[in-house]
């Protein structure tokens, strides 16, 4: 599976942005699909996910701002961020792998496929 990212780029504090994750086939029944942001020198953080059963999962740090959602269909997932700030600034990379325990949803290592990262900076 290839999953292709885009939607980042420049943006005002306050602003918004919507990135895409676009997948090459559908996954398994069981599959999750989840965004995650890594700056320099820092480990890839957790943003986002969203299950085959459509529930969704938010860190602390985005919720209330940030919602996943996706499109069957298209074998898309979009982030929609909202009241961005220059802390969210970083590089944002999607994710998808199949029989994702709940458990571990946050974890990266459980994801088996990675796009390419989309850069999304905020300025003050």
């Known amino acids: 599976v290839q999953l292709q990212a885009s939607g980042g780029g420049l943006v005002q504090t306050g602003g918004s942005l919507r990135l895409s994750c676009a997948a090459s086939?559908?996954?398994?029944?069981?599959?999750?699909m989840g965004w995650f942001r890594q700056a320099p020198g820092k480990e890839r953080e957790f943003v986002a996910a969203?299950?085959?059963?459509?529930?969704?999962y938010y860190s602390d740090s985005v919720k209330g701002r940030f919602t996943i959602s996706r499109d069957k269909v298209k074998n898309t997932v979009f982030l929609q961020m909202s009241n961005l700030t220059p802390e969210d600034t970083t590089v944002y990379y999607c994710?998808?792998?199949?029989?994702?325990?709940?458990?571990?949803?946050?974890?990266?290592?459980?994801?088996?496929?990675w796009g390419q990262g989309t850069l999304v900076t905020v300025s003050s």
């Open positions: 994710a998808g792998g199949s029989t994702i325990i709940l458990s571990q949803i946050m974890s990266a290592n459980s994801y088996s496929y």
């Open positions: 086939e559908r996954m398994s029944s069981s599959y999750a």
């Open positions: 969203i299950r085959w059963n459509s529930a969704t």
